[in-house]
């Protein structure tokens, strides 16, 4: 049996997976990752500042409408559609055999596929709430306007998303840590494993089913039971059987 082979008898035996996956899972679907060549970090801002300062706490701070017209142009992609990848997983939820996905990405792409319980820890931009009266809005409030919004209260509207700076929501981190405890099949995929504290959370997996895909090494590559490289669209998509 080849390596494809064995991880699809796993993920057919499985009871419980948990799938944890970073940017790569998304660039299939048009959407530009962060760290490769042609990611976002190596593009131009068209500004003096570099990008992940203009995703920083303090920048969305200190220029509220240079933050939201950044956002809105480099991290926004209304047409992306889901991939292979996020359709496949949605259907091994629906079969019973999938108990959660946990992701960092934060283009809702995983929900619109048809899975329900996905654990965004760094949060989305599809959600949006007033910082002062914590009122809820949603991307069509604020997505058709230049510079940053404002609530009727006064308030700044700002993306239900972490910036660099910001801590995690530990509610979700911790719901994540729950699930990948109580894995017996853990696939991680698509990241590259170097943002912390979301790449610690391999440390809670208890079992030795590991499956890690990515398309180039990571770090955490001796940790894994299992490594499939390549396209985790494709490699997602022929072990879920999605044409």
């Not at 799938?19 to 060549?37: L, Q, Y």
Request: charged content about 25%; glycine content about 8%; some cysteine.
């Amino acid at each position: 049996m080849d390596k494809m082979d064995i991880v699809r008898k796993i993920i057919d035996d499985a009871e419980n997976i948990v799938f944890f996956g970073g940017a790569g899972v998304s660039t299939a679907s048009n959407i530009p990752d962060f760290r490769s060549s042609t990611g976002l970090y190596n593009k131009s801002t068209g500004s003096n500042y570099p990008p992940e300062y203009m995703l920083s706490h303090t920048f969305f701070r200190q220029h509220p409408d240079e933050f939201a017209n950044y956002y809105k142009k480099n991290l926004i992609f209304p047409d992306a559609r889901p991939n292979k990848a996020h359709i496949a997983l949605a259907k091994w939820e629906k079969e019973g055999k999938l108990s959660a996905v946990i992701t960092q990405n934060i283009d809702g792409l995983h929900q619109m596929a048809g899975s329900k319980n996905v654990i965004e820890i760094h949060g989305n931009l599809i959600d949006y709430y007033c910082e002062k009266c914590h009122r809820e809005y949603d991307s069509k409030d604020v997505l058709n306007h230049e510079g940053i919004d404002y609530c009727e209260c006064g308030g700044i509207i700002r993306p239900d998303v972490v910036l660099y700076e910001e801590p995690l929501d530990m509610e979700k981190y911790n719901k994540a840590v729950y699930e990948i405890e109580n894995a017996d099949v853990f696939i991680v995929g698509g990241t590259s494993l170097v943002v912390y504290p979301a790449a610690g959370l391999l440390r809670y997996y208890r079992g030795d089913k590991l499956i890690l895909i990515n398309m180039d090494k990571t770090g955490r590559d001796r940790d894994a039971d299992y490594i499939l490289y390549g396209d985790i669209a494709e490699i997602l998509g022929e072990l879920g059987d999605v044409k």
